[in-house]
Every structure is written in structure tokens, then in C-alpha cells.
């Protein structure tokens, strides 16, 4: 059996050209990345604006364990399968960051014959987006550090400074550091600390901007402390915006690639779920609206973070409807909801099944009864599911009125969608989404906290640290309470215990600390030991990657 990189490396690709034509892209709206890879100009935009919107598809999942889900591999196969239907397809996919890809996950562009190519491009460098962020997140620093060392005009407290440096890699040491040591002429002494670059507000910014100028003017929103009478420092006030903009000139550019079957795919963008807002940019989604008949975009982890991120966030800042949602799932990974150890999910066991599945449901009736949209659940179909098994999460999502279809895109590619596509196209034609927020506008920032732990988490309400309080206070008091939430939280618990799996009843979410992110325009609420910097596992995926003489990379998954 070959593996995802394997497959990959086989692939007979096209030019991007060609695959660009397919959806109307002509070739002078192309900046070249090689054969295999290109950004779209900024002017496209103006040609295809006024274009019909075509059909938003969500691609989202039950709360993901070591067992696996396919949510990417999914929304890949799915965008294949509609493709080989006839219907004109773009998949709205995030870049994978080098910390998981490094990390425990490996590779992140889809698996066996459901993949973007050039795989091993897209996992690495791609185009540079991730560096350019970086790189602005961190030329930011080094004004307000030099701002500091140069007289501080803007009499800004060292001690009340939360923008941070950040660097594309699971790195726990750097968490918490010391900078400006070593004398005068190095700076002002300072505690300081790394945050993954897709924890990154300018993440988060350029994935929420409209355009260069909206990403200008967010970027000067900034705000990067507080003086020394309390008031907040923005990185306008440091005249930062204009030279970070031009760091990203290219960054905002959507990436165009293709599947191993050659369905379109804008991969642009890449903030976490757990720590930031989980969605590729509203560039290359909306983008990906005006090219297709049928945009498919996914949204990171379960759908207690992604989904309500993309809904109550996205889709708000953005004015975006879902057409339909598809809900992932695996047999092997509710059965670890339900109590099974990975070494025990080969054998049937209705038991462990019908203990986990009530993960699954919650996922689907928030869907549908929160949010007021359409939805289908895709099962992964794994070689040792049973039968039985499978009856059984069909029986369990009909009795909440959703359909169950099996995928095998991973093993087949679009052959293996066709059904999932079938129910997609249904979906869309025959029922009409209602779709509703999870909280409103004007309800104050801990009422919207409250209303997501309680309506879909399914918690009983919150517990709110003092210095957290004080915090949503002082937000509130400087005209920031009206902005939607982004909580940062364990990705494998509905709470914000990550021990707690499949539905769990009765707790209570504590809010340790909130900030707002006032360019990308949210509220970060972090809980439970949810860390904006993760660190490597024992067994990194990095000490399985390799090259060759040739340049041919081994072990990316």
C-alpha cells in the first residue's frame, strides 16, 4: 500500500493554467509559483464580483481523537465527487502550519487518493504566506521594543504589553522569555513570550480582510498594550501598519492548486481552531463563490470550534449563508468517545458505539436546531467497521430527521463521494437553510460566552476567573463588547476538559483570560490549559521526514 506522500509524488498533474481555466481564471490573472502552484491577482476580483454566488458547502466533524476523522480528506474526496458529477467545484481550504506538520499530525493536505498537490509544497513552505506573517507579527515587536529603547513617547507600560512574538513551530521554550538583556544598548528588560504563528492576530487579520486596504486600516487597529494611565497603545500609534501591509502584499493573494483528480482548490490561510478561528480567508472563500457552482470550505476540529467559528464569526463578519453542512465521523472514533482504548477499536462493540454516538448528535442537532442549516453526517468507512455498527449511527441521526452517508474517498478519491455528493446536491435544491447565530450582537461578551458553552457545548454556564472579569470589563468600558467571542478551548471535549469525552452534561467552563484581538475584530476567551504555543510530542513527526539527493522528500505522512 502506498502512502499519502507516495501517492502524491505519483500524481500526473496539470499546469495551474489549465486548472485555473477550468473555472475561467485566465492565464494573466496568474502569478506563477512554478508549474504546480499560483496566486490569484488581486484584480480578478473586480472581473467576478458581480458573478452569482454559487453554493456554500461546510465541511466540519465530531470532536477528533487519536482514531482519526478524515474532515480535510473529506471535503477533498467531496469536492472531486461533485466535480465528476459535472457541477463546477472550488475547495476554500486552510494552509497547514509547519508546528503540526512537525508535531504529531504530519502532513495536512488531505490523505490517500483525496489530496492537494503538490503535497509536499503545501505542507512546507508553499508560497511563503506563513513567513510573511510571521514576519509582520514580528517586525511589530520589534517596534514597540525599539519605541521602548528610543525614549517611549507613548509612555507604554512594559509591564502591560500582551502582543507577542511568534514563530511557525511547536516550540515550548519559548513560551515564556526575557528580552532586551544584556545592557542598555540591547534594550529594555522585559518578560515576553512566542505564540504559534497561526495563533497570530495578524492571522486572523488577513483572513477576515476584505481587501488590501481593509487589511491596512485592521492591521493600525492593533492594539499591542497599554500606557501607563490605562489606555490602549495600537500599532498605529507606532505608524507600524504601513510596513506590515507591505510585508503581506503577496500573503492576501489566494493560492490556487488542485486535487489528484484536478478540481480547483484555493488554499489560503491557516489559523487553528483551538486557539484562533479555525477558517481559510474570506478572500479565497468568497473567491471560490463567484468561480463555482459549489464553494467547499472546512472548518478545523469539531464543530464545537470550527463550525461555531465559522458561523458565528466568519459568516457574521463576512455576510456568508451555508447551504448545507457536512458532519464527519468514524465508527473507531466514537467508539473512543464512548470509553474504547485505540488498541480495542478492530472488534465490534455496539456497546462503546452506542456510548460515544451521543458526541455525533449533539454536533448534528447544534447544526440543525442552533444554527438553522441542512446537514448530512459521512461516515469514514474503515475496513473493520461492522454492519451492525454502521445500522446503528444511521438508526441514531434518522431519529434527529439527518441523513448518513458512507464515504470511501480516502481508498477511491471522487468515486468514493459519489453518495456524500448526491445528498450534497439534495441538500441544496430541495431545503432552504434558516440560519441563525448562537448569540446576537447586542447580548453583553459574558452573555455570548455563556450562550456558546450553554446552546453548544452543552454546558450549564461559566466560571469566570477575577482578573478575566475585570478584563471583559474594561473591553466592555472601551467599546469592544459588541464584538462576537473566539474561545480558545481543548479540541477533543465539547468542555474544556479534554479528558471529558463524548457528550458530557453538567460542567462548567472556566474563563481563565480574555483579550480582544481589535483588528480581526473578536474577543479571545482562553479556557481550561489551552496554550496559544503547543509543544512537540516524544516522538515528533520531524524525525521521520527526510530528502534524498534528488530532493525527494519521505516520510510528510
Not at 197 to 224: H, P, Q, W, Y
Not at 294 to 305: I, N
Amino acid at each position: 500500500m502506498l502512502s499519502d506522500i507516495e501517492i502524491a509524488q505519483n500524481a500526473k498533474m496539470k499546469h495551474i493554467r489549465d486548472v485555473a481555466a477550468s473555472i475561467g481564471i485566465a492565464e494573466d490573472d496568474l502569478e506563477f509559483y512554478g508549474k504546480y502552484k499560483a496566486k490569484i491577482a488581486s484584480e480578478l476580483w473586480g472581473k467576478v464580483k458581480d458573478n452569482e454566488n454559487g453554493k456554500l458547502i461546510l465541511v466540519t466533524a465530531i470532536n477528533p481523537t487519536p482514531a482519526g476523522e478524515g474532515k480535510t480528506t473529506t471535503t477533498i474526496g467531496l469536492g472531486d465527487a461533485l466535480t465528476n458529477m459535472g457541477k463546477k467545484c472550488v475547495l476554500a481550504l486552510r494552509e497547514p502550519s509547519l508546528g503540526p506538520v512537525m508535531g504529531i499530525k504530519g502532513g495536512a493536505a488531505g490523505g490517500g487518493y483525496s489530496q492537494v498537490v503538490p503535497m509536499e509544497d503545501i505542507n512546507l513552505h508553499f508560497t511563503g504566506d506563513m513567513h510573511a506573517i510571521t514576519a509582520a507579527n514580528n517586525l511589530l515587536s520589534a517596534m514597540i521594543d525599539n519605541h521602548i529603547h528610543q525614549g517611549n513617547i507613548l509612555d507604554i507600560d512594559v509591564t502591560n504589553i500582551v502582543w507577542k512574538r511568534v514563530v511557525d513551530m511547536n516550540d515550548r521554550a519559548l513560551r515564556h522569555v526575557v528580552v532586551g538583556m544584556g545592557g542598555k544598548v540591547n534594550g529594555i528588560p522585559r518578560e515576553d513570550g512566542f505564540m504559534i504563528t497561526v495563533a497570530s492576530e495578524v492571522m486572523a487579520i488577513l483572513c477576515l480582510a476584505n481587501d488590501l486596504e481593509d487589511l491596512k486600516n485592521r492591521l493600525g487597529e492593533i492594539i499591542i498594550g497599554y500606557n501607563r494611565s490605562g489606555e490602549p497603545v495600537k500599532a498605529s500609534d507606532l505608524k507600524a501598519q504601513g510596513a506590515m501591509a507591505a510585508l503581506l502584499k503577496d500573503a492576501i493573494k489566494p493560492n490556487l492548486v488542485q486535487t489528484l483528480e484536478h478540481t480547483p482548490a484555493l488554499v489560503h490561510g491557516g489559523p487553528f481552531a483551538n486557539i484562533a478561528h479555525g477558517c481559510n480567508s474570506v478572500l479565497a472563500t468568497r473567491l471560490a463563490l463567484k468561480l463555482g457552482d459549489y464553494a467547499v470550505t472546512e472548518a478545523g476540529f469539531g464543530a464545537d470550534l470550527g463550525a461555531e467559528k465559522f458561523l458565528d464569526i466568519k459568516c457574521r463578519m463576512a455576510g456568508l449563508t451555508p447551504s448545507a453542512v457536512v458532519i464527519v465521523a468514524t465508527v473507531r472514533a466514537l467508539k473512543m468517545h464512548g470509553g474504547l482504548a485505540k488498541t480495542e477499536l478492530g472488534s465490534e462493540n455496539l456497546e462503546a458505539l452506542e456510548k460515544g454516538l451521543p458526541n455525533l448528535l449533539r454536533h448534528v442537532s447544534n447544526i440543525k436546531n442552533v444554527y438553522g442549516l441542512p446537514s448530512v453526517v459521512a461516515v469514514n468507512r474503515f475496513p473493520t467497521d461492522t454492519d451492525a455498527e454502521v445500522a446503528l449511527v444511521i438508526e441514531k441521526c434518522k431519529e434527529l430527521g439527518v441523513n448518513v452517508v458512507l464515504s470511501d474517498v480516502w481508498a477511491k478519491g471522487g468515486e468514493g463521494g459519489k453518495e456524500l455528493a448526491r445528498e450534497v446536491v439534495r441538500l441544496c435544491e430541495e431545503e432552504t437553510p434558516h440560519f441563525t447565530f448562537s448569540y446576537e450582537d447586542d447580548l453583553s461578551l459574558e452573555e455570548k460566552i455563556k450562550a456558546v458553552v450553554t446552546k453548544v457545548y452543552g454546558g450549564v454556564g461559566i466560571n469566570i476567573l477575577p482578573n478575566a472579569k475585570k478584563e471583559l470589563g474594561i473591553l466592555t468600558e472601551l467599546g469592544f463588547g459588541n464584538m462576537p467571542v473566539c474561545i480558545a478551548k481543548t479540541q477533543y471535549s465539547f468542555s474544556d476538559n479534554p479528558a471529558l469525552l463524548g457528550a458530557p452534561e453538567g460542567f462548567t467552563v472556566t474563563v481563565k483570560n480574555v483579550k480582544v484581538s481589535a483588528g480581526a475584530g473578536f474577543v479571545v476567551v482562553l479556557t481550561g490549559d489551552i496554550m496559544t504555543m503547543p509543544g512537540l510530542p516524544k516522538s515528533p513527526a520531524a524525525e521521520r521526514i527526510d530528502v534524498d539527493d534528488n530532493g525527494v522528500i519521505t516520510g510528510l505522512f
